[in-house]
Each structure stands twice: as structure tokens, then as C-alpha cells.
């Protein structure tokens, strides 16, 4: 199976890829289906059935918004975010959807928008069930999986282990693991980029696909500037307020000095991640990177090459996004990128490997070297639990995206500072992290029930 650097990359909405933009997707993928077998006008209801993470966190998540949406037809990479309080009062106060814009059911939510917080599915903490209703039963019913990163995975492919969103085009340098990748690079003399580059290319022109990612950068960039420019209270009700502004502001003052000291990056580098996270927690546009709850490790490591490094160029970002793209593929095939699997090691942790292997690769750094950073990054996130209080992507998300962050510069400085030769490899963490994600307790894994969330005070 071949997955696209524009999988790993998406642009989607807030606070959660799971959970707000694979449900989202996962309830579009229903309606849709309705309309290909032509039962779309004979719909008179749906029950939507939430499972496991899902019903537990679902609220905090956005997840009951993004699957009436979702039916709506929207999806997250074009709906405007601003437009969403609009549009979800206008289902609720008239008990209404209007399927894919064009068929209008009676929908009531508290009878048809179910969470089983004491269920699970078989083959994934984040489950749904879709069942759509005619006048003599029911039409269709559908199980949908959103396994991280936006992926949505149907009951028949999770039970076979496979994914529609992971596309079955052979590719010429194929690699489920480090070691195939390296070998790949000393027996095409290519570097990382390189490689994935020639994946790439079996779907899109190089200059379409060099075109996709300064796009991604640049929307980064936005959310960064809008993260910067945004005061106030997040939406949730922890009452947690924006720190990124009054940071950047500070921030902004001083820049004119000639001399920076030497903590000013890390503060430039916390800056860029928390403006991400809480554009985030408030339902902002994001880059899945690889996921929403992690998406502000790569754009702080990418602004932190762009702003802080000597003779950062174009190209230099190219491989970076190529280059993290190879260490995410290895961790969606080794492992998982769903907290709900993995707890946070799985999101900040992964990020944190990519961002510090794309970091090295835009500094000029040996596959070898790279390999190296992308295994510093996650043995020192190996353990890492999700435990958001209150079921929001905010406390220790929005911080956790910082320490990620500082320590994907730090993986990357050490590995260029040494011949790429290190005990510990890269394919021995992600065995270690996929082990270590099994054995953690589900209160862990992005349900709430463990951690942070069990012991501080909700209000």
C-alpha cells in the first residue's frame, strides 16, 4: 500500500483530526453512498451510534459537530470555519439536516446522535455506526473507523487490515520499514526526499506536487499569523486563554535587538506551535501534520528553518515535507498515529520524529543522520498518554505541542553533530512504541478516564 504525502498533509479544521476530521468524513462517505445506490431521496432518518474514544471524547472533540456536517455534505478542507456556528444552530434549533444540500430528514439529536461510552467495535477505539431509515426499514447500514490522521477505514477493510485511504498503487520504491528505506537510498543513490519524490510521482507532475506543498506551507503560515493575532478565552469551558498574542507581541518588541539571546528561539519556537494549537482548539483551518492534536510541531520546525537558520531556501522546505513524509509512512505502517491506539506518542510523539528528521533533511543531513534524528525524536516521547482534561485538545495538548517541538531542533542537532551510526534504530522504537501503545492502559489513550483529566478539577 502507498500513501501520499497529501494524506499525511491535509487541510482540514479543528481540534481534532479523529475525531472532528475523520468523522466528518466518515458521515460524508455515508450520505454519499446513499446517493450512489440512489436511495438518498427514500431516507426518512439516521441513527448515528459513537463508540468507544469517540463517545467519550467526542463532545470535547467536535465530533457531534462534524458528523452533522458531515451528512450536510461539508467537507473539512473546504468548509469555512467561521460559518460552521452558523450552520450547526440552523440543523439544531429546526431538528433538520439536508443530506449532501439536497435531501432534507427530520433529525433530532439527542434521540439520533448516540454516544456508547461503555461500547466498543472490534477493530478500532474510534467506531461509528451509521444506519439510514426508509418508510419499510432500514436502507443502508455502514461501520466506519477513524483510525488518526483523518484516515476513515470501512468495517469490511479494518477487518482485512486494509484502507481505502491508503491507495494500492505500486510505486517504484516501496518500504514499510527504515532499513528498506535506507536500502532504497544507498542502492539508487538518492536521499530520503528523493525517494518519496519518486513515489509521489506516480500520481501527480513534480511540479504539481512541489506546487501542493508550498501550498501546505503556506497555509501553515496563515494559521500561524491568525494564531498570533487572536486573543481571548478558547471555546470549551476550561476558560483557558490564548497566550500566543500577548507572546508574540513580546516577542515582536524585542526582535530589533542586534543580538538574540540565546533562549529567544525557544520562545520563537513555542510561540509558532501554541498559535497553531489554539487555532486548533478553537475549530480553527489547520494542517493535519499527521494529525490536528499534533499539528503544531511541524509548522514551528519548519518556521524555526525558515526564520532561524542560515541560507534556509525553497528547496531546503521541499525536503523537509518529503523527508517527514517517509518517517510518517513508517510510523502509519509500524504502528499508528491515533492517540486512541497509542496514546500522545502517537501524535506529538510521531510529529516530533518526522519534524526532526525533515529538520536534518533541510540542513543538509545523510539518510543515515536522518534515520538517527527520527529515532531521537520519539525514543524520548516513548510512553507519552493522552489524558485531555475535559476531553478537549487543550491542557497538556496545546503546551505538549512546544515540548515536541523543541525537542524534534534538539533530535536533529545531535544527529548532525554525528556520523548517522547509533545503537538504538529507528525500527526498533516504532516496535517498542507499537508494544508499548498495546500495553498502555485504555484510561491512557485518548478517553479521558486516566491522567490529567482524572485529577484536575474541571472548573
Known amino acids: ?7 499525511l498533509f491535509s487541510i482540514g479544521i479543528g481540534p481534532s483530526s479523529s475525531h472532528t476530521v475523520g468523522p466528518m468524513r466518515a458521515s460524508l462517505r455515508f ?17 448515528v451510534e459513537l463508540f468507544g474514544s469517540l463517545a467519550l471524547t467526542g463532545k470535547g472533540h467536535g465530533t457531534d459537530k462534524a458528523i452533522l456536517l458531515g451528512l450536510g455534505g461539508e467537507t473539512p478542507q473546504d468548509i469555512d470555519p467561521n460559518s460552521i456556528p452558523e450552520k450547526l444552530e440552523k440543523i439544531r434549533s429546526s431538528k433538520e439536516l439536508i443530506l449532501l444540500k439536497e435531501h432534507k430528514i427530520a433529525f433530532n439529536e439527542s434521540r439520533e446522535l448516540i454516544f456508547h461510552k461503555d461500547k466498543l467495535l ?41 484502507s481505502l485511504d491508503q491507495n494500492k498503487t505500486k510505486i517504484p520504491y516501496p518500504f514499510k520499514t527504515a532499513e528498506e528505506l535506507l536500502k532504497h537510498c544507498q542502492k539508487a543513490q538518492k536521499s530520503i526526499a528523493e525517494i518519496v519524490l519518486e513515489n509521489e510521482k506516480v500520481w501527480r507532475s513534480e511540479e504539481e506536487i512541489r506546487e501542493g506543498i508550498l501550498h501546505i506551507w503556506e497555509v501553515m503560515q496563515l494559521c500561524v499569523k491568525r494564531g498570533c493575532e487572536q486573543g481571548g478565552i478558547l471555546p470549551g469551558g476550561l476558560n483557558l486563554r490564548r497566550r ?25 519556537v513555542s510561540l509558532w506551535a501554541l498559535a497553531v494549537n489554539e487555532e486548533n482548539a478553537a475549530g480553527g483551518r489547520v494542517v493535519t501534520a499527521p ?61 516530533c520524529s518526522m519534524a526532526a528528521a525533515g529538520l536534518t533533511a533541510a540542513l543538509k543531513g545523510t539518510p543515515l543522520q536522518i534515520e538517527n534524528a527520527a529515532e531521537i525524536g520519539m525514543e524520548h516521547n516513548l510512553g507519552l498518554t493522552c489524558d485531555p482534561v475535559m476531553g478537549l485538545v487543550q491542557i497538556p495538548c496545546i503546551e505538549r505541542n512546544t515540548m515536541g ?13 554525528g556520523d548517522g551510526l547509533h545503537r538504538v534504530s529507528l525500527d526498533q522504537v516504532i516496535n517498542t512504541m507499537r508494544q508499548t501503545g498495546r500495553d498502555m492502559q485504555s484510561i491512557y489513550k485518548e478517553t479521558s478516564l486516566g491522567g490529567l483529566a482524572a485529577n484536575v478539577p474541571e472548573c
Open 405 to 417: 517541538a523543541i525537542k524534534a531542533i534538539n533530535a536533529a542537532i545531535l544527529a548532525l553533530n
Open 244 to 268: 500566543a498574542k500577548n507572546l508574540y507581541d513580546k516577542l515582536s518588541k524585542d526582535a530589533p535587538k542586534k543580538e538574540m539571546a540565546p533562549s529567544t528561539f525557544l520562545e520563537w
Open 291 to 351: 494529525t490536528n492534536g499534533a499539528a503544531g510541531g511541524i509548522p514551528a520546525v519548519l518556521h524555526y528553518y525558515a526564520k532561524l537558520t542560515e541560507n534556509p531556501t525553497e528547496d531546503g522546505l521541499i525536503d523537509f515535507f518529503l523527508t517527514a513524509t517517509a518517517i510518517g509512512i513508517l510510523y502509519k505502517e509500524g504502528a499508528s498515529i491515533s492517540a486512541a491506539e497509542m496514546g500522545c506518542m502517537g501524535e506529538v510523539g510521531v510529529a
Open 31 to 47: 450520505s454519499q453512498k446513499l446517493q450512489e445506490l440512489d436511495l438518498l431521496k427514500e431516507v426518512k432518518s439516521i441513527r
Open 1 to 7: 500500500m502507498a500513501i501520499s504525502i497529501f494524506n
Open 122 to 162: 472490534p477493530y478500532h477505539p474510534n467506531g461509528m455506526r451509521f444506519t439510514a431509515f426508509g418508510m419499510d426499514g432500514i436502507l443502508l447500514e455502514k461501520v466506519y473507523y477513524s483510525v488518526g490522521g483523518g484516515f476513515v477505514v470501512e468495517h469490511d477493510e479494518a477487518k482485512q487490515n486494509e
